[in-house]
């Protein structure tokens, strides 16, 4: 059975930082792309950042670009995410999320949420102000 777990999220002042992790278990995905998603009370969820699979390619949104940075250990097949000068508007359940396929392309990305398959439950970050 495939799980992905996050942990690391929590309450935190604004211009704190946090660093969110996401364990892999039940197959491995060091070939796959990788993400992590938010999700704020009453919005859709929306991309944070991903990251291929070789880590030689990764995207943010706009909203965080300069302050979070993804990163990934295929030897302990997890997914990172740092976040630095934290903001009261990047208040949301975080989630994890890994594709299912295995790609050639070490550089291959995707930053569109229906093209992940597998989903953690999610960490509630909350920054305060």
């Known amino acids: 059975q495939v799980q992905l777990v996050e942990s690391g999220g929590g309450l935190v002042q604004a211009g704190g930082s946090r660093r969110l992790s996401c364990a892999a278990s039940?197959?491995?995905?060091?070939?796959?792309?990788m993400g992590w998603f938010r999700q704020a009370p009453g919005k859709e969820r929306t991309i944070v950042a991903a990251?291929?699979?070789?880590?030689?390619?990764?995207y943010y949104a706009d909203s965080v670009k300069g302050r979070f940075t993804i990163s990934r250990d295929n030897a302990e097949n997890t997914v990172y995410l740092q976040m630095n000068s934290l903001k009261p508007e990047d208040t949301a359940v975080y989630y994890c999320?890994?594709?299912?396929?295995?790609?050639?392309?070490?550089?291959?990305?995707?930053?569109?949420?229906?093209?992940?398959?597998?989903w953690g439950q999610g960490t509630q970050v909350t920054v305060s102000s």
């Open positions: 999320a890994a594709d299912r396929e295995a790609y050639y392309n070490g550089l291959y990305i995707t930053y569109d949420l229906d093209e992940y398959d597998f």
């Open positions: 039940g197959r491995t995905f060091s070939r796959s792309a």
């Open positions: 990251i291929s699979w070789n880590g030689g390619n990764t």
